[in-house]
């Protein structure tokens, strides 16, 4: 069945180091690609998409590119700061908008 | 724009009771998603609602049920209780049949004792 697999985490850096998290997928047909965010005592908010092959998608400084080459959908960010520290999930939504999400991880930026 | 809400914010039960958790979508939404989110475990998609009828459901035992109502609201029942239902509970909902784009309420966090 379709999976999401990410790195565990958590992930510890100084402000304006680059990030990256690394996801991959298992998928047949043509899932869609989310990075989620779930800041400290929040809900998960939508931080970017990307609906098919070679999309990228972005926000606040953040971006993923859908590659299916290698069924991954990585999230960098070229500068954290301390208030990017929250926990990121990667997720697909497969052809039956039934949603699959990694385990999370959590992002800790030290001042 | 009012977000997605969830009743009660937190919810204690014993071993064998059942649970009733409550989720109102944002207006203009039909689509509603369960999932659970167990320590450790990431969100594990529970189930799926649209337009009042279940769509899709996550790999749960039959315990596991719910509903939505004609205003598109939805509850979540949990039937005889384990220790392991432990968990925040996360209700989501979007435009629809079609529309992937998620937006997640702030959850129920159900403790059973």
């Known amino acids: 069945g379709d999976s999401v697999t990410q790195m565990e985490g958590p992930v510890t850096l100084s402000e304006e180091a680059f990030l990256t998290i690394n996801c991959t997928y298992t998928?047949?047909?043509?899932?869609?690609l989310f990075w989620y965010v779930q800041y400290p005592g929040e809900g998960l908010q939508l931080l970017l998409k990307?609906?098919?092959?070679?999309d990228k998608g972005s926000n606040k400084g953040f971006e993923a590119t859908y590659r299916k080459e290698t069924t991954s959908f990585h999230l960098e960010k070229g500068s954290v700061q301390v208030s990017d520290s929250a926990v990121y999930f990667c997720?697909?939504?497969?052809?039956?908008?039934?949603?699959?999400f990694g385990s999370g991880t959590k992002l800790n930026v030290k001042p | 724009e009012a977000g997605v809400t969830q009743s009660p914010t937190h919810l204690i039960k014993t071993r064998g009771q059942q649970a009733t958790l409550r989720c109102s979508p944002i207006?203009?939404?039909?689509?509603v998603y369960w999932y659970q989110q167990a320590l450790g475990l990431g969100l594990q998609f529970l189930l799926w609602?649209?337009?009042?009828?279940?769509?899709n459901r996550g790999n749960f035992p039959p315990r596991f049920s719910g509903r939505q109502f004609p205003n598109y609201s939805s509850e979540l029942n949990v039937n005889a209780l384990e220790l392991e239902d432990s968990a925040l509970y996360l209700c989501?909902?979007?435009?629809?049949?079609?529309?992937?784009?998620?937006?997640f309420g702030p959850g129920t966090r159900l403790t059973v004792l």
């Open positions: 990307a609906t098919k092959a070679d």
């Open positions: 207006s203009g939404h039909t689509s």
């Open positions: 997720a697909l939504s497969d052809d039956f908008n039934k949603f699959y």
């Open positions: 998928a047949t047909g043509y899932p869609s």
């Open positions: 609602y649209d337009e009042g009828e279940e769509r």
């Open positions: 989501a909902s979007s435009l629809g049949d079609g529309y992937n784009e998620q937006f």
